[in-house]
């Protein structure tokens, strides 16, 4: 299983949107449609 994570560098961590975890390419395609045109999520295992 993997998500899809987008890191904000100009929030502080520990900030609640510094990262972002999007379940599937879909909802974060989504995401940056409506929030943050320019952004961009890499994709990440899930360990179980």
């Given at each position: 299983?993997?998500?899809?994570?987008?890191?904000?560098?100009?929030?502080?961590?520990?900030?609640?949107?510094?990262?972002?975890?999007?379940?599937?390419?879909?909802?974060?395609?989504?995401?940056?449609?409506?929030?943050?045109p320019e952004g961009v999520?890499?994709?990440?295992?899930?360990?179980e």
């Open positions: 299983m993997t998500v899809f994570v987008c890191v904000n560098t100009s929030k502080q961590i520990g900030d609640k949107d510094h990262v972002k975890v999007f379940a599937n390419v879909d909802a974060a395609e989504k995401w940056f449609e409506e929030n943050d999520a890499f994709e990440y295992e899930v360990l």
